[in-house]
């Protein structure tokens, strides 16, 4: 059994190109995988491996400046859910695209999984959603706004266009691992917005920590890796990838004549021509063949 490690920690960096080599070398040393995004504003990302190789690489990050408060949650794995370890350097670790959002400055209120049902079920709360309009798709929590973001960049335009929604409303956001929230709340209190609350550690400690019988979550949650989504206790649920266009799928889509393994499903089937289409279909077949290893998602949106 491999542990999955999703992590994110919000510091200053002043030289994050500097930190990207040694951080790759430990991780490939440990047969770690998976994908690390460093900027200024601190580090993202999900990882896999043994438990000895997991241990070594969180140990390393925890050593980087001011990371030594570093939160991860982990989550276990039958087969390696990355086809190899990548180190990237981005302009944010999640991104909003708004420079002056600072979560080291302030966030909401943190909320414990075992407080969120109380919260999210009071009249004055308006629960939202912060993740991307796919994720959401396959679950969410009972009641919960779907902004019907396509990127987490949308997502002030729309707070913009929909606030006067929420007026006299006290604000209670989630998103998967946290880290979308950090930036979500700090940009509300900017906007005015002090009754801002948010889901400590996201769904992926929510499903782990809060028992299905007493659970308000609906569905399955989408994950940044091989795995696609997790369930309560954090089991792997139904759900498969289109590895055209990132999507979900359900076992029923995947039976759709819409869907072909690799190459398209019933909603991306016209975003692709004819050339498009071959070329994932050759991808598709080397992967088949062994010669080349599906990587998964990028993490880059995780949160």
Same mark, same amino acid.
């Given at each position: 059994m491999l542990t999955v490690a999703a992590l994110y920690h919000f510091t200053r960096f002043a030289d994050p190109a500097a930190l990207?080599?040694?951080?790759?070398?430990?991780?490939?040393?440990?047969?770690?995988?998976?994908?690390?995004?460093?900027?200024?504003?601190?580090?993202?990302?999900?990882?896999?491996?043994t438990r000895q190789g997991i241990d070594a690489v969180l140990a390393h990050i925890r050593a980087l400046p001011g990371c030594d408060g570093l939160e991860w949650k982990e989550s276990p794995a039958e087969t390696m859910p990355f086809g190899k370890m990548k180190v990237r350097l981005k302009r944010e670790i999640v991104?909003?695209?708004? &420079? !002056? /959002?600072?979560?080291?400055?302030?966030?909401?209120? $943190?909320?414990?999984?075992?407080?969120?049902? %109380?919260?999210?079920?009071? &009249? !004055? /709360?308006?629960?939202?959603?912060?993740?991307?309009? $796919?994720?959401?798709?396959?679950?969410?929590? %009972?009641?919960?706004?779907?902004p019907g973001t396509r990127s987490f960049r949308d997502f002030p335009g729309w707070w913009q266009a929909n606030a006067h929604r929420f007026a006299g409303k006290r604000v209670a956001m989630f998103c998967t691992g946290g880290?979308?929230?950090?930036?979500?709340?700090?940009?509300?209190?900017?906007?005015?917005?002090?009754?801002?609350?948010?889901?400590?550690?996201?769904?992926?400690?929510?499903?782990?920590?809060v028992p299905e019988s007493d659970s308000l979550w609906q569905g399955e949650c989408f994950v940044f890796d091989g795995r696609v989504s997790l369930t309560h206790g954090l089991q792997p649920g139904r759900h498969g990838l289109c590895h055209a266009c990132r999507c979900p799928l359900a076992p029923e889509d995947r039976v759709r004549p819409e869907y072909e393994e690799g190459v398209s499903c019933h909603r991306c089937l016209g975003e692709y021509d004819e050339a498009d289409r071959n070329r994932f279909r050759e991808r598709q077949r080397q992967i088949a063949a062994g010669e080349l290893k599906f990587e998964g998602n990028s993490p880059s949106s995780e949160g």
């Open positions: 990207k080599a040694p951080l790759a070398r430990v991780a490939c040393a440990h047969g770690v995988r998976g994908t690390l995004l460093l900027a200024p504003e601190g580090i993202n990302g999900t990882i896999a491996g991104t909003m695209g708004q &420079p !002056d /959002v600072d979560p080291t400055a302030s966030v909401g209120h $943190y909320v414990e999984p075992g407080d969120w049902n %109380a919260l999210i079920s009071a &009249p !004055d /709360v308006a629960v939202i959603d912060t993740r991307n309009d $796919y994720e959401v798709a396959i679950g969410s929590f %009972a009641g919960a706004v779907d880290i979308r929230c950090e930036k979500s709340t700090n940009w509300l209190l900017s906007q005015g917005v002090s009754d801002v609350f948010h889901l400590k550690g996201g769904i992926l400690k929510y499903l782990e920590d």
